[in-house]
Nanobody
Framework: VQLQASGGGLVQAGGSLRLSCAAS?????MGWFRQAPGKEREFVAV????????YYGDSVKGRITISRDNAKNTVYLQMNSLKPEDTAVYYC???????????????????WGQGTQVTVSS
């Protein structure tokens, strides 16, 4: 499965961005991690199916929404009320076998996109 991410860019604090990630095949979970310079990769959000359940990292909960278009094998990350600390490279990820107890661990995901830069200015 190949993942193609898009939608990053530069935005002022308080602004919004929407990221997209298209998969070349079917998976049972798709989502996003992010990595800021000098920091570890951080869980952002994942949508898992069947069941269409979404899971969010604590630092983004309430500001970010993940959604999915099954027909296009695509997930979207709508990010609102962005803060400078949201600045990072955002990586799309997917799995065919992620289990709920490990859904926030990067090791659970076999497929990764190329990353898209999100920069939030203060």
């Amino acid at each position: 499965v190949q993942l193609q991410a898009s939608g990053g860019g530069l935005v002022q604090a308080g602004g919004s961005l929407r990221l997209s990630c298209a998969a070349s095949g079917r998976t049972n979970a798709m989502g996003w991690f992010r990595q800021a310079p000098g920091k570890e990769r951080e869980f952002v959000a994942v949508n898992r199916w069947p069941g269409d359940r979404s899971y969010y990292g604590d630092s983004v909960k309430g500001r970010i929404t993940i959604s999915r278009d099954n027909a296009k094998n695509t997930v979207y990350l709508q990010m609102n009320s962005l803060k400078p600390e949201d600045t990072a490279v955002y990586y799309c990820t997917a799995s065919n076998s992620v289990i709920l107890s490990a859904i926030r661990l990067s090791q659970s995901y076999a497929y990764w996109g190329q990353g898209t830069q999100v920069t939030v200015s203060s």
